[in-house]
């Protein structure tokens, strides 16, 4: 049975994308209807990633940076899960990029201007590939919370950034992991774009002490699901038949 | 009660966020070296086949103010509308790029060989195109859309064909302003706004 079009978008599963809660998206969400259609080849390739592409130390936040030389500042903690599609199937060879504040709130960007210093041992950026069941994980230290110009006092919660890359293009998200727990995430507005409860609370990872090293490391467990293809049942159907 | 389906939901999107760079272009965002080696610096190698051309533009907001920081990854098929990683495309032609903005000139620039049209399983072509996704701060889902060429045949393309108002069809194409160079803005929000692709 070989693969056939792309699911399409649950867009209920998604934020919204007009929020005055979020100022930047009132002028910078689309205010006419999307145009849905079948997916194309277009949406159904996409680049693919190896192992060659990525460094021994990518995907260990912890010590990237200073090339192993030193480890950053903050409490230790191991990432993983599974990246999946929506038929629960396991996604090989996914490509999960990540990228954080250090544990003050500070990233490491020329845009970042938060008087909270910069860990001179830690960068913010990791990559890993999914292996041969979906799962990945990589190591990095819990980022800090930090505040930023919305409405008058709003603050991030402890965050960490996924781009997501499947085998195709279509599949492409980026989205947000978040800390169980963290009383910031239901005050903040880019976490409230997510309408639906459920949804929202899938991007919460929970501590997972089964992964959690003694005396080294604590491990947060975040599965991802990305869209899924339809089985290609009777190929040689015309279309709209 | 039935039978449960046992579906899985897709992870819900967010925003992108001003420091996206830091992550997928970090020597953009002042960290060169971070990685040995950066994904998607380029769609095309040396040798690829085909028309090398540079499609530049701006990403404009509702008031239209062009942003600084939003970040376009961009997917196409090689000059003879073969998609990387299929059967007999051009090696040289990996089809993947990642852009920002330029903070002085607020534009961005992608250089690639032109694509070729591509024929679908059931018959139906597609005109030449580059697929774009393009994600930013205060863009909570990233917006898919594609870049057609004024120079190309577009008409029996499945896509621009389904586009109701056809003055729309015009948001959606690139326009040649010599020796290689096309012009392609986006507007994210209000008048002249992009046929953004849910597909
Ligand atoms: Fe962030």
């Given at each position: 049975?070989?693969?056939?079009?792309?699911i399409?978008?649950d867009?209920?599963?998604?934020?919204?994308?007009y929020?005055?809660q979020?100022?930047?998206?009132?002028?910078?969400?689309?205010s006419?209807?999307?145009?849905?259609?079948?997916?194309?080849?277009?949406?159904?390739t996409?680049?693919?990633?190896?192992h060659?592409?990525?460094?021994?130390l990518d995907?260990?936040?912890i010590?990237?940076?200073?090339?192993?030389?030193?480890?950053?500042?903050?409490?230790?903690?191991?990432?993983?899960?599974?990246v999946?599609?929506?038929?629960g199937?396991?996604?090989?060879?996914?490509?999960?990029?990540?990228?954080?504040?250090?544990?003050?709130?500070?990233?490491r960007?020329?845009?970042?201007?938060?008087?909270?210093?910069?860990?001179p041992?830690?960068?913010?950026?990791g990559?890993?590939?999914?292996?041969?069941?979906?799962?990945?994980?990589?190591?990095?230290?819990?980022?800090?919370?930090?505040?930023w110009?919305?409405r008058?006092?709003?603050?991030?919660?402890?965050?960490?950034?996924?781009?997501?890359?499947?085998?195709?293009?279509?599949?492409?998200?980026?989205t947000?992991?978040?800390?169980?727990?963290?009383?910031?995430?239901?005050?903040?507005?880019i976490?409230?774009?997510?309408?639906?409860?459920?949804?929202?609370?899938?991007?919460?990872?929970?501590?997972?002490?089964?992964?959690a090293?003694?005396?080294?490391?604590?491990?947060y467990?975040?599965?991802?699901?990305?869209?899924?293809?339809r089985?290609?049942?009777?190929?040689?159907r015309?279309?709209?038949? | 009660?039935?039978?449960?389906?046992?579906?899985?939901?897709?992870?819900?999107?967010?925003?992108?966020?001003?420091?996206?760079?830091?992550?997928?272009?970090?020597?953009?965002?002042?960290?060169?070296?971070?990685?040995?080696?950066e994904?998607?610096q380029?769609?095309?190698?040396?040798?690829?086949?085909?028309?090398?051309?540079?499609?530049?533009g701006?990403?404009?907001?509702?008031?239209?103010w062009?942003?600084?920081?939003?970040?376009?990854?961009?997917?196409?098929?090689?000059?003879?509308?073969?998609?990387?990683?299929?059967?007999?495309?051009?090696?040289?032609?990996?089809?993947?790029?990642?852009?920002?903005?330029?903070?002085?000139?607020a534009?961005?620039?992608?250089r690639?060989?032109?694509?070729?049209?591509?024929?679908?399983?059931?018959?139906?072509?597609?005109?030449?195109?580059?697929?774009l996704?393009?994600?930013?701060?205060?863009?909570?889902?990233?917006l898919?859309?594609?870049?057609?060429?004024?120079?190309?045949?577009?008409?029996a393309?499945?896509?621009?064909?389904?586009?109701?108002?056809?003055?729309r069809?015009?948001t959606?194409?690139a326009?040649?302003?010599?020796?290689?160079?096309?012009r392609?803005d986006?507007?994210?929000?209000?008048?002249?706004e992009?046929?953004?692709?849910?597909?």
């Open positions: 049975m070989s693969q056939g079009r792309l399409p978008r867009r209920s599963a998604h934020p919204v994308a929020d005055p979020y100022k930047t998206s009132v002028t910078r969400s689309p006419l209807p999307l145009l849905s259609l079948e997916s194309t080849p277009t949406e159904e996409g680049p693919r990633f190896g060659s592409d990525l460094g021994a995907h260990d936040l010590r990237n940076w200073t090339k192993g030389k030193a480890e950053a500042i903050g409490e230790r903690i191991l990432v993983h899960g599974r999946t599609d929506e038929t199937r396991g996604i090989p060879g996914a490509l999960v990029e990540v990228w954080q504040a250090n544990a003050g709130g500070r990233y960007h020329k845009k970042d201007g938060y008087l909270a210093p910069l860990d041992n830690f960068g913010g950026a990559r890993c590939l999914s292996d041969e069941s979906g799962a990945y994980a990589f190591f990095t230290i819990k980022p800090g919370a930090y505040p110009p919305n008058g006092n709003d603050w991030r919660p402890a965050h960490i950034h996924f781009a997501l890359s499947g085998p195709c293009f279509g599949q492409r998200l980026i947000q992991m978040y800390f169980e727990g963290d009383p910031l995430i239901h005050r903040c507005p976490a409230a774009t997510v309408k639906d409860r459920g949804q929202l609370d899938s991007l919460m990872a929970p501590l997972d002490m089964s992964q090293r003694p005396l080294d490391h604590l491990a467990r975040f599965d991802i699901v990305l869209r899924g293809r089985q290609a049942w009777f190929e040689n015309p279309e709209g038949m | 009660m039935v039978q449960k389906l046992t579906q899985w939901r897709e992870t819900p999107s967010q925003t992108a966020g001003p420091y996206v760079h830091l992550g997928l272009m970090p020597t953009w965002a002042g960290n060169a070296g971070a990685y040995e080696k994904l998607g380029s769609p095309i190698a040396e040798g690829a086949k085909g028309e090398v051309i540079e499609i530049a701006q990403v404009l907001d509702g008031t239209g062009p942003l600084r920081d939003a970040l376009i990854e961009s997917w196409q098929a090689d000059a003879a509308g073969r998609f990387p990683g299929t059967e007999g495309a051009d090696p040289a032609v990996s089809g993947f790029c990642r852009f920002a903005i330029d903070p002085e000139s534009e961005f620039t992608l690639t060989v032109k694509p070729g049209a591509v024929s679908l399983p059931d018959g139906r072509v597609q005109s030449p195109h580059i697929a996704w393009i994600v930013a701060r205060g863009i909570n889902m990233g898919q859309t594609r870049i057609y060429f004024e120079d190309a045949d577009r008409d393309d499945p896509v621009l064909s389904r586009i109701e108002q056809r003055d069809v015009e959606l194409i326009k040649p302003q010599g020796d290689g160079r096309y392609f986006i507007r994210l929000q209000g008048p002249g992009t046929v953004f692709l849910d597909m």
